[in-house]
């Protein structure tokens, strides 16, 4: 099977429910290999594009094609090529890790020798027999990941794959997820952590109301976007008279004039124990494009 | 349709209801209450049938009677006056310990295989043998005649009931045979849950979703779940009426009201699974319809003559269970016609044939929102 290079190509895709338009008309391309992410607020149509891109759901218009498929026309085959990890944990409790795994085996008629490949991926191999009940969120989350990967799709669409789970199992997450992308496979996150977005994306896209508001790497985004900063050391407190000896910093705009002053009397008063950059967060970048919070 | 999904998804969901302690439980009521019927039938009715057996050449013939017994007791007459002097004439009234009488020429089996028609006699005390169940020791000895000298005529039978009762307390002594019915209808609630319990678990836990991007279609989820619904009922049908005892008369058209029965089932259950949304709902949905069940069975069989004609009789004709029960009854009874069966399996497949339409009808619309779900 050979891949475009371009595995999503997503032309102003719409989609409307009842007289709410929840995706407004979004283009965007992911590049084999990469991890997309598509980032936003809760309601702002992550989901529903997901649900597009995967042929859930139709388009109201627009198109889109999907590792090499067209999402409407080419449903089935576009099934065969993609992999999904949804937002709600939606394993049967009742069967153990395995069967879960042995019953996605019987749907895509995959040898069930493929269930233990994945189970080592996912680290779960040792708790293979336990009913998926006794698992904790993160295991769960990896389960579905494993489930997602059984058939070796090129394309993996993770919608908000570390919601809820606490740090460390966030982390085993995310750990997982570069695994894959090491491994070559083309991953589409949607997430609302923007930390997380930043660690794990090569291209990010912000979307706010169905609208993408922005779409490049983090980095770009934060040169582009983000306030350019110094955070200075001082000895002492800069507002106290009384000579403090205590240290203390300062985040100074490299922008604001008044700053820039700040920084130089205190250059001339030897003040400054240490200067360092300050980049700017993926969040603050949002924020400022956006001109919402993300969650 | 995917015959590998719909294989997959049914094979899925016949290992997740043995592991399912609800549906588990389910699944075992009609064997549990067949296995009642059974005990509180042999605790009530644990008397010994006394026969007095006229039958020289040791024919074969005597065995149906051993097996329509549970508990018979056979003396041995010297003679057929024996017999006959013991019970007396058709219709007479006369005190006799002995249920039944039969008396079986000395080569009745020679003289069958010869193409002859040699002459049973069989004598009955009505007070201690019901109707029902005197027709089908009569149909038992006419298929043995037949077995031994099909494809010739078979022999002839005479009956003679002394203490004939009289209707009402004979169809009582026959209430016996609502039983098997009673555990049969019962059984066939196990589908009208089960179905729809399993397509409301796949949107509820939302696993729906993950089946809509795999390659199994909706249909496809549908149809494994008809097809797991059905294989159980069947299956719970069939046994729940071999622990009762049920396969008496006519054998096949009971098998085909079980057949026919378990389709219903099922039917309505995905009736019910394309309405609502929640194992909840399904669940309270299907023990608040249980009664087109349990309703009918108080009005066939016996208990028609004892209620006689009135307009809750008539109302209770309005639901299709009934003509199963009817069917199954009468099939059980051996004393099924062809008018009253034809109208029996007519109303049950149309009912059958209505019942999935409008389930078809009904998830079409919610395969259009299904991802939504």
């Given at each position: 099977?050979?891949?475009?290079?371009?595995m999503?190509?997503?032309?102003?895709?719409?989609r409307?429910?009842?007289?709410?338009?929840?995706v407004?008309?979004?283009?965007?391309?992911?590049?084999?290999?990469?991890?997309?992410?598509?980032?936003?607020?809760?309601?702002?149509?992550?989901t529903?594009?997901i649900?597009?891109l995967?042929g859930q759901?139709?388009?109201?218009?627009?198109?889109?094609?999907v590792?090499?498929?067209?999402v409407?026309?080419?449903?089935?085959r576009?099934k065969?090529?993609?992999?999904?990890?949804?937002?709600?944990?939606?394993?049967?409790?009742?069967?153990?890790a395995?069967l879960?795994?042995q019953?996605?085996?019987?749907?895509?008629?995959?040898?069930?020798?493929?269930?233990d490949?994945?189970?080592d991926?996912?680290r779960l191999?040792?708790?293979a027999k336990?009913k998926v009940?006794?698992f904790?969120?993160?295991?769960r989350q990896?389960?579905m990941?494993?489930r997602?990967?059984?058939h070796?799709?090129?394309l993996l669409?993770l919608?908000e794959p570390?919601?809820?789970?606490?740090?460390?199992s966030?982390r085993?997450v995310?750990?997982?997820?570069?695994?894959?992308?090491d491994?070559?496979t083309?991953?589409?996150?949607?997430?609302?952590?923007?930390?997380?977005?930043?660690?794990?994306?090569?291209?990010v896209?912000?979307i706010?109301?169905?609208?993408?508001?922005?779409n490049?790497?983090?980095?770009?985004?934060?040169?582009?976007h983000g306030q350019?900063?110094?955070?200075?050391?001082?000895?002492?407190?800069?507002?106290?008279q009384?000579?403090?000896?205590a240290?203390?910093?300062?985040t100074?705009?490299?922008d604001?004039?008044?700053?820039q002053?700040?920084?130089?009397?205190w250059m001339t008063?030897?003040?400054?124990?240490?200067?360092?950059s300050?980049?700017?967060?993926?969040?603050?970048v949002f924020?400022e494009?956006a001109?919402?919070?993300?969650? | 349709?995917?015959?590998?999904?719909?294989l997959?998804?049914?094979?899925?969901?016949a290992l997740?209801?043995?592991?399912n302690?609800?549906?588990?439980t389910?699944?075992l009521?009609p064997?549990?209450?067949?296995?009642?019927?059974?005990?509180?039938g042999?605790?009530?009715?644990?008397?010994t049938?006394?026969?007095?057996?006229y039958?020289?050449?040791?024919?074969?013939?005597?065995?149906?009677?051993?097996?329509a017994?549970s508990d018979?007791k056979i003396t041995?007459?010297?003679s057929?006056?024996?017999?006959?002097?013991?019970?007396?004439?058709?219709?007479t009234?006369?005190n006799t310990s002995?249920?039944?009488?039969?008396v079986?020429?000395?080569?009745?089996?020679?003289n069958l295989?010869?193409?002859?028609h040699p002459?049973l006699?069989?004598y009955?005390?009505?007070?201690?043998?019901?109707?029902?169940?005197?027709?089908?020791?009569?149909?038992a000895?006419?298929?043995?005649?037949?077995?031994?000298?099909?494809?010739?005529?078979?022999?002839?039978i005479?009956?003679?009931?002394v203490n004939?009762?009289?209707?009402?307390?004979?169809?009582?002594?026959?209430?016996?045979?609502?039983?098997?019915?009673?555990?049969?209808?019962?059984?066939?609630?196990?589908?009208?849950?089960?179905?729809?319990?399993?397509?409301?678990e796949e949107k509820?836990?939302?696993?729906?979703?993950m089946?809509?991007?795999?390659?199994a279609?909706?249909s496809?989820?549908?149809?494994?779940?008809?097809l797991v619904g059905?294989v159980?009922?069947?299956l719970?049908?069939?046994?729940?009426?071999?622990?009762?005892g049920?396969?008496?008369?006519?054998?096949?058209?009971?098998?085909?009201?079980?057949?026919?029965?378990s389709c219903?089932?099922?039917s309505?259950?995905?009736l019910?699974?394309?309405?609502?949304?929640?194992?909840?709902?399904t669940?309270?949905?299907s023990?608040?319809?249980?009664?087109i069940?349990?309703?009918?069975?108080?009005?066939?069989g016996?208990f028609v003559?004892?209620?006689?004609?009135?307009?809750f009789?008539?109302?209770?004709k309005?639901?299709?269970?009934?003509?199963?029960a009817?069917?199954?009854?009468?099939?059980?009874q051996g004393?099924?016609?062809?008018?009253?069966?034809?109208?029996?399996?007519?109303?049950?497949l149309?009912s059958?044939?209505?019942?999935?339409?409008?389930a078809?009808?009904s998830l079409?619309r919610?395969a259009?929102?299904?991802?939504?779900?």
């Amino acid at each position: 099977m050979i891949m475009p290079e371009l595995m999503i190509e997503a032309q102003d895709l719409r989609r409307n429910f009842s007289s709410k338009e929840a995706v407004a008309g979004i283009s965007f391309t992911t590049r084999r290999g990469e991890i997309f992410g598509l980032l936003g607020p809760n309601g702002a149509g992550k989901t529903t594009t997901i649900r597009m891109l995967t042929g859930q759901i139709d388009p109201s218009s627009g198109s889109a094609v999907v590792a090499g498929c067209d999402v409407v026309k080419e449903r089935t085959r576009l099934k065969e090529r993609i992999g999904v990890v949804f937002e709600e944990q939606n394993l049967y409790e009742r069967l153990s890790a395995r069967l879960n795994l042995q019953f996605s085996c019987w749907l895509y008629g995959l040898p069930e020798s493929r269930v233990d490949e994945v189970l080592d991926l996912v680290r779960l191999r040792d708790r293979a027999k336990d009913k998926v009940r006794t698992f904790s969120n993160g295991m769960r989350q990896r389960l579905m990941i494993a489930r997602a990967l059984l058939h070796c799709p090129p394309l993996l669409f993770l919608d908000e794959p570390s919601r809820g789970l606490d740090p460390i199992s966030a982390r085993e997450v995310r750990q997982t997820i570069k695994q894959l992308s090491d491994a070559g496979t083309t991953i589409l996150l949607t997430t609302h952590l923007m930390d997380e977005a930043d660690q794990l994306c090569q291209r990010v896209a912000f979307i706010v109301n169905g609208r993408l508001v922005a779409n490049d790497t983090p980095r770009n985004l934060k040169l582009a976007h983000g306030q350019r900063a110094l955070l200075v050391t001082l000895a002492g407190d800069p507002g106290s008279q009384n000579g403090n000896s205590a240290l203390c910093e300062m985040t100074l705009s490299l922008d604001d004039p008044a700053d820039q002053q700040r920084l130089a009397t205190w250059m001339t008063q030897d003040k400054v124990r240490a200067i360092h950059s300050r980049e700017a967060t993926l969040e603050e970048v949002f924020i400022e494009v956006a001109g919402v919070r993300p969650a | 349709m995917h015959i590998r999904s719909i294989l997959a998804i049914a094979r899925k969901d016949a290992l997740d209801i043995l592991l399912n302690k609800a549906t588990l439980t389910l699944l075992l009521t009609p064997i549990f209450l067949a296995v009642l019927f059974v005990v509180i039938g042999a605790l009530l009715g644990s008397h010994t049938t006394n026969a007095l057996v006229y039958n020289p050449g040791k024919s074969g013939v005597e065995q149906i009677i051993n097996s329509a017994f549970s508990d018979i007791k056979i003396t041995y007459a010297n003679s057929p006056g024996n017999v006959a002097a013991t019970f007396g004439p058709d219709g007479t009234h006369k005190n006799t310990s002995y249920a039944l009488g039969l008396v079986v020429p000395a080569d009745f089996d020679a003289n069958l295989r010869a193409g002859g028609h040699p002459q049973l006699n069989l004598y009955v005390d009505g007070s201690q043998v019901g109707n029902v169940q005197s027709q089908l020791l009569l149909r038992a000895l006419t298929d043995y005649a037949r077995s031994v000298a099909n494809p010739q005529p078979p022999a002839s039978i005479t009956v003679a009931t002394v203490n004939p009762p009289s209707p009402a307390n004979n169809d009582l002594q026959d209430i016996g045979q609502v039983y098997s019915t009673a555990i049969l209808l019962s059984s066939f609630l196990v589908g009208t849950s089960l179905v729809p319990g399993l397509l409301a678990e796949e949107k509820e836990k939302k696993t729906l979703r993950m089946l809509m991007v795999s390659p199994a279609s909706f249909s496809d989820v549908v149809a494994a779940k008809l097809l797991v619904g059905l294989v159980y009922q069947l299956l719970l049908a069939m046994v729940a009426l071999g622990i009762k005892g049920g396969y008496t008369g006519e054998v096949p058209l009971v098998l085909l009201f079980v057949l026919l029965g378990s389709c219903f089932s099922v039917s309505l259950g995905l009736l019910i699974g394309s309405i609502f949304q929640t194992t909840t709902a399904t669940g309270a949905f299907s023990g608040m319809i249980s009664f087109i069940y349990i309703l009918p069975i108080f009005f066939v069989g016996p208990f028609v003559q004892l209620l006689g004609s009135n307009p809750f009789t008539q109302l209770i004709k309005v639901l299709p269970t009934y003509y199963i029960a009817d069917g199954a009854i009468n099939a059980i009874q051996g004393q099924a016609t062809f008018s009253a069966t034809l109208l029996d399996v007519s109303v049950i497949l149309a009912s059958i044939v209505l019942l999935f339409l409008v389930a078809v009808w009904s998830l079409r619309r919610q395969a259009a929102v299904v991802s939504t779900i």
